[in-house]
């Protein structure tokens, strides 16, 4: 019904930059806030960034100054500009939108998550 599908991961040298890109496609009215996660191995599942339809930008203290996020809103998708990796940034990252979609009952909001997409930062 509704696709997101992240790309950009990968391995990076401490100090480097990544770029993660997340594309949403399906049967959509609107896509409201959209972000990004993060989980680590053993750690839980944690909020890195997160934008509103009208751009308004959060992010988890650990990367402020660091990453950067936007959307393209004509294209429904979002980026995180990872810069000054750091070995603590390694991690499944995932993707998540919630959109307002078409139902018998109308428009309704869907929670929805991308594959989640590796990125290993190297000391």
């Known amino acids: 019904q509704v696709q997101l599908v992240e790309s950009g991961g990968g391995l990076v040298q401490a100090g480097g930059s990544l770029r993660l890109s997340c594309a949403a496609s399906?049967?959509?009215?609107?896509?409201?806030?959209m972000g990004w996660y993060r989980q680590a191995p053993g750690k839980q599942r944690e909020l890195v960034a997160r934008?509103?339809?009208?751009?308004?930008?959060n992010y988890v203290d650990s990367v402020k100054g660091r990453f950067t996020i936007s959307r393209d809103n004509a294209k429904n998708t979002v980026f995180l500009q990872m810069d000054s990796l750091n070995t603590e940034d390694t991690a499944v990252y995932y993707c998540?939108?919630?959109?307002?979609?078409?139902?018998?009952?109308?428009?309704?909001?869907?929670?929805?998550w991308g594959q989640g997409t590796l990125v290993t930062v190297s000391s």
């Open positions: 934008i509103s339809r009208t751009g308004i930008t």
């Open positions: 399906g049967n959509i009215f609107s896509i409201n806030r």
């Open positions: 998540n939108a919630v959109f307002t979609i078409p139902t018998m009952s109308g428009p309704n909001p869907l929670d929805a």
